[in-house]
C-alpha cells in the first residue's frame, strides 16, 4: 500500500549543498572524532558555510552501535567538538539503511526545522579489528566467565554458526544460482569492476588490478561468496550537507537535489522470513522511490549501489529497474553494461569491495562527486559529452533498504 | 566431509517467551507459537498473531518436517577451529512462509538441492534442543 501522492515530494526542497571526506585508510589509528572533525570540516567549506551556519546534525547509527570502530562518534561529540548551535539534531541505526541519517536531515530541511543540516558517517572498523583481521568468536579472551548466551533477533541465527552477513546474503546468493542460473563468472564482475574503478580512485583500499581469474580463484568465505565478494574494512568519515534548496544559487558548484527517497518496507523485516528470498527490502524501497518520481531508469546516468557484498548490487540492479528481475547475471556479465563508459556507470569510486566499507556514505559521496562534475580521471561523461544529471544511490541489504534519486542541480 | 555445524554452538538465552521453542525437542518433536483464533504460525514467537492480531497464541506441534529453501557451505572461520559446515533455511511444510535458519546434517554439500524434502533432528547443547535437519529418508 502506498502512502497519498503528494503534489510535489517535499524532499525536493532539500539539496546536498557540500560534501567532504576524511583521509580512507585501511588502519589509520587516529579516532573517530578526529577523522569526523575533518570530514565535517570539509563538508562545511565545500558547501561555502561556516560553523556557525551549521544548525542540524545528524548521523547513522548512533550512540552505543554495533561491534568496535562500527559506531563513529555519537552526535553529541560531534556537536560539542566542533560547538555547533542547533535547531535540529538525529542520530540513529533503524531505518532505511546507512541513508537514513540524510533523509531525516532532508525531511528536517523540508518541514523548517533546520537550515543547513551536517551529515556523517566514520567508520574505525580498520584500526578496531587490527592486525589480525576481524575477531572469530568464541575463541579468546573468554578469560573463564564463559560464552555469553543471546536473545534477540541474533538467537535465531547464531546457534547454528550463521554468524556474520556474509551468510545471510550468500544464501540469497545461492537462492539466485537456483532461481536465476547466476554464475560466480557472471558475480565476479561486481569485484572486477570495482577494483577497476578504485584504479582511479585515491583514496581507495585496494588499487591493484584484479581480473576475473583472481576472482574466480580466491578463496571461499561462505558459499557462493569467495574474498572479493566481502568489501573491506577501514577507517574514514564522510559527510555532507543538505540545505534547503533556496541556497543552490549561492554555492560556486551545482546542488545536487534530492529528487525521491525510497523508504518502503512492505514485506516482514528479518532476513530468513522475508517472503522473497532474492530480493528482500530492496525490492519495496525501490519501489516505493520510482512512485515519488516522473523520471526512469532509463534517466539514471550513474548508480552508486550498496556493495557491503557483491549479491546486494545485483539486487539493486534489478530492484531500481535498470535490468529485469532475474537479468542482473546476464547484465552484468564481461562487465561491459556497469563500466565507467557503459550502459550504467556503477560503483565508480571502487565501492565498498576495493574502495572501502565507508558503510552507504561513500555511494552518496561519490554520486554528488559525478553530477558536479569533480570526478577528475574517473569522471563519468555521458554520449555526446555529457555529465551525468541523473544518479540512484542505495543503501543496505537483506531487510535493510534505502534509496534515493539525486540531480545536478535544482529541477 | 563437512561438519554437523560450527565447533562451538552459539546458545540462546530461554527467555520466557522463547524457552518452549528451544527445549521443545526434549521429547523429538518441534513445536511452534500458533494462532488458535486464524490458525496461523508465528515464527519467531511474538505475543500477538500478526495475521489476525489475536493474543489467543501457543505453542503447537508440527510434524518437523520441511524443505530446503536455500543453503550456504561456510568455510570462514568466525568460530576458530570449525570445519565447513551447511546452513540453511529450511520452510516448515504446515506453513512454507515459516523459514527456519538451521544446519543441514548428515548431508555432503555436493547432495544438497533446494527444494529437497528434510525433516528435524535435534542437537542437545546444554540446555537447548537445537532443530537440525537432514535428508528425509536418511538413516
Known sequence: ?411 | MVANGPMLRLLPRLDDDVAFYWTSGEDGVLRLLHCNACGFFIHPPGPVCPRCLSRDVAPEAVSGRGHVETFTVNHQQWIPGSDPYIIAWVSIDEQPDVRLTTNLIDVEPEDVRIGMPVRVVFEQAEDVWLPLFTPEGAS
Open chain 1, 1 to 411: 500500500m502506498s502512502p497519498p501522492p503528494v503534489e510535489e515530494p517535499l524532499e525536493r526542497r532539500a539539496v546536498i549543498s557540500g560534501i567532504g571526506q576524511s583521509a580512507v585508510g585501511r588502519r589509520l589509528g587516529r579516532s573517530d572524532l578526529d577523522l569526523t572533525v575533518e570530514a565535517a570540516l570539509d563538508a562545511i567549506a565545500d558547501a561555502g558555510l561556516s560553523r556557525d551556519d551549521i544548525d542540524g546534525l545528524s548521523t547513522y547509527p548512533g550512540m552505543g552501535a554495533g561491534t568496535p570502530g562500527f559506531g563513529g562518534p555519537p552526535s553529541p561529540e560531534v556537536q560539542d567538538a566542533l560547538g555547533l548551535s542547533l535547531n535540529w539534531h538525529d542520530g540513529g541505526g533503524e531505518g532505511p539503511g546507512q541513508m537514513r541519517a540524510v533523509m531525516a536531515a532532508a525531511l528536517a530541511v523540508a518541514a523548517g526545522l533546520a537550515r543547513h543540516v551536517l551529515v556523517y558517517r566514520t567508520v574505525t572498523e580498520g584500526t578496531a579489528q587490527g592486525a589480525g583481521g576481524r575477531q572469530g568468536i568464541g575463541g579468546s579472551g573468554g578469560g573463564g566467565g564463559g560464552v555469553p548466551r543471546f536473545g534477540s533477533f541474533m538467537q535465531w541465527s547464531l546457534p547454528f554458526g550463521a554468524v556474520s552477513a556474509a551468510n545471510w546474503i550468500a544464501m540469497v546468493g545461492q537462492r539466485r544460482v537456483h532461481e536465476f542460473g547466476l554464475t560466480r563468472e557472471q558475480l565476479g564482475q561486481i569485484a572486477v569492476n570495482g577494483r577497476r574503478n578504485a584504479a582511479l580512485n585515491p583514496k581507495a583500499i585496494y588499487s591493484d588490478p584484479l581480473s576475473l581469474d583472481d576472482y574466480l580463484a580466491a578463496r571461499i568465505i561462505t558459499t557462493p561468496l569467495c574474498l572479493f565478494d566481502c568489501d573491506a574494512p577501514c577507517d574514514g568519515s564522510t559527510a555532507v550537507i543538505v540545505s534547503h534548496r533556496d541556497v543552490a544559487d549561492d554555492l560556486d558548484h551545482p546542488a545536487v537535489q534530492i529528487n525521491a527517497l525510497g523508504t518502503a518496507l512492505r514485506g516482514r523485516p528479518s532476513w530468513d522470513q522475508f517472503d522473497d528470498m532474492t530480493s528482500m527490502a530492496a525490492r519495496d524501497a525501490a519501489a516505493s522511490m520510482w512512485e515519488r518520481t516522473d523520471l526512469k531508469p532509463g534517466d539514471v546516468d550513474t548508480a552508486q549501489l550498496y556493495d557491503g557484498f557483491s549479491v546486494l548490487t545485483i539486487v539493486w540492479l534489478e530492484a531500481l529497474g535498470f535490468c529485469g528481475r532475474g537479468e542482473s547475471g546476464p547484465f552484468i556479465e564481461g562487465g561491459g553494461a556497469i563500466a565507467r563508459d557503459g550502459l550504467l556507470p556503477l560503483n565508480t569510486a571502487g565501492g565498498q569491495l576495493s574502495g572501502g566499507r565507508l558503510h552507504g556514505f561513500g555511494l552518496i559521496h561519490e554520486a554528488c562527486v559525478q553530477l558536479r562534475g569533480e570526478g577528475g580521471e574517473r569522471q563519468v561523461v555521458r554520449p555526446g559529452g555529457r555529465v551525468p544529471e541523473v544518479a540512484a544511490v542505495a543503501n543496505g541489504g537483506g531487510p535493510i533498504a534505502g534509496t534515493m534519486l539525486l540531480t545536478r542541480g535544482v529541477r
